[in-house]
């Protein structure tokens, strides 16, 4: 079993300097208020009956007849999937026929910093998948279902690696309620058994594989599998080749030859998944979740642009997008479940 602390990374200057930036920012704004950001997203007009109120920042809508918060996205914000944003601009009942509701025209607080704290999103690292499971690596089928169904009800999003990477280097917001779902290794019970179910609830989420294990034998992914996973939003990033220790030279190896083979680990697995499935590899997960400086500055060098351990913790938008925290679903009861789920952290300025 792969320890949850696992990790042998230090913060390093980089990383000190933007929390501190960070935390400057969040008095910033409990002393003057968050002023509105980005881009204005393209408004398609709408007939004067249904508009109450319009300005460059937001309109004030209300129709007699009962509209989808998707279908008002699209016409107002130009993307159907933004439809969070008038979501969270508005209670449940307010969002309902003959209500006026608010659609935010502008994005405002990209990094989800308030005066009472900031955003964090979890990350959930599963392994594989069955009936009856023998090893905490190993989750039920009704159990990871049970866990999905959760995270719909409770209205949480899942976030592709790009909507993560854009949030981390404070270019997008994401909903309040954003989780990263990731899945390990490459076992074909992620196929078989996962697959269906996120598909069933909406949700997306990301594999790594190692490009050694891809289609060795019947427990393994196969690479059409993969490329059918693709095509319907599921993302796909690598593990290295042999899923070995970037932290940990081979018995009586060199430095030379130990860094000459941590890079080919990184940079010839993204070359192999590029090609099979016709992509920019920019994702990885550290094998064994262990990473250091070394590891991070090859894995930099190799292209990739976001990279996760399995230390537990969630990741702000200050997060080095390189050294991840994710959690790893090892307990089958809910309540353990629910406390991976932290989405904000509270931070008192005296």
Known sequence: MIPETSGRYRPHRTEITWRRLALAFLLIVSLSGLGA??????????????????????VVYTSATKRSVRDLASEFLGDPEKSWMIEEANSPERLQSGRAIVIPLVVRNKGGLTRAGFQTVPVLTYHRFGDNCDSPLCMPAKVFEQQIRYLKDSGFHTVTPDELLDFLHYR??????????????????????????LKKYGFTATMFIYTEFVGASRLAVTWDQLKEMK?????????????????????DESTDAFIARIR????????????????NTIVLAYPFGYYDRRAVNLAHEAGYQLAASVRRGGNPFFANPLALKRDQVLKRDMGTFKKRLKTFYPLVLE
């Open 37 to 58: 950001c980005a881009s204005q997203p393209p408004v398609a007009p709408a007939s004067d009956q249904d508009t109450v109120y319009r300005s460059k920042h937001y």
């Open 172 to 197: 997008k917001p994401l909903p309040k309620k954003s989780v990263w779902i990731t899945m390990d290794d490459g076992y074909r019970s992620t196929y078989k058994v996962a697959y269906p179910i």
């Open 231 to 251: 095509v319907n939003g599921f993302s796909i990033g690598s593990h290295t080749i042999t899923h070995s220790d970037l932290t940990k030279p081979l018995a």
């Open 264 to 279: 080919s680990e990184l940079s010839e697995s993204k070359k192999v998944i590029d090609k099979k499935l016709g992509q």
